[in-house]
T-cell receptor, first 111, second 115 residues
Framework: EDKVVQSPLSLVVHEGDTVTLNCSYE??????LLWYKQEKKAPTFLFMLTSSGIEKKSGRLSSILDKKELFSILNITATQTGDSAVYLCAVSGFGNEKLTFGTGTRLTIIP | SAVISQKPSRDICQRGTSLTIQCQVD?????MFWYRQQPGQSLTLIATANQGSEATYESGFVIDKFPISRPNLTFSTLTVSNMSPEDSSIYLCSAAPQGPDTEAFFGQGTRLTVV
């Protein structure tokens, strides 16, 4: 059975700090790993990673995948209060489009 | 990015009744997915809705409780039947409109409260 473990479960930092969120996984026939941001109800897509060592970047957010060690990190630099949210990591395998989600990391940015 | 319209946005229902949630995608997709997110928990897949065949349910979820329709390639419904307070959750539909090797998008979610 596919499994995703995220750490830490929650994180409180001050505005301007840099944070690193972790995601480790076990999946049969790995296809992709995805990061989402959930502020209210609907998760919004951040990154999809399929290859090891290639950093994906969008503004202050970046993410990288290590397929040998089966983990990914999501970095957020110069955090802002608008970054406060639950960050979800999910994986999918070939032959199965469904996503398996981790429990999420609740990030709180203090002004 | 794709647009997935989900409704209702929220509802408060009496126990023992049923609620049908609708999800419309702005392009044709092979598979649509229904998730449940209980308070303080992550997303759990209920079932995969395939057009032209019966939905595939995950362990712990049954068709009698969560019947799903998929009449065409852009639309699906999930019914939560004979509700109890334990069914109070956020329900989300999802699809990957560009194909299995692309990102999945989510509807706006339905916050269901059963009293």
């Amino acid at each position: 059975e596919d499994k995703v473990v995220q750490s830490p479960l929650s994180l409180v930092v001050h505005e301007g700090d840099t944070v690193t969120l972790n995601c480790s996984y076990e999946v049969t026939n790995f296809r992709s790993l995805l990061w989402y941001k959930q502020e209210k109800k609907a998760p919004t897509f951040l990154f999809m990673l399929t290859s090891s060592g290639i950093e994906k970047k969008s503004g202050r957010l970046s993410s990288i995948l290590d397929k040998k060690e089966l983990f990914s990190i999501l970095n957020i630099t110069a955090t802002q209060t608008g970054d406060s949210a639950v960050y979800l990591c999910a994986v999918s395998g070939f032959g199965n489009e469904k996503l398996t989600f981790g429990t999420g990391t609740r990030l709180t940015i203090i002004p | 990015s794709a647009v997935i319209s989900q409704k209702p946005s929220r509802d408060i229902c009496q126990r023992g009744t049923s609620l049908t949630i609708q999800c419309q995608v702005d392009s044709q997709v092979t598979m649509m997915f229904w998730y449940r997110q209980q308070p303080g928990q992550s997303l759990t897949l209920i079932a995969t809705a395939n057009q032209g065949s019966e939905a595939t349910y995950e362990s712990g979820f049954v068709i009698d409780k969560f019947p799903i329709s998929r009449p065409n390639l852009t639309f699906s419904t999930l019914t939560v039947s004979n509700m109890s307070p334990e069914d109070s959750s956020i329900y989300l539909c999802s699809a990957a409109p560009q194909g299995p090797d692309t990102e999945a998008f989510f509807g706006q979610g339905t916050r269901l409260t059963v009293v």
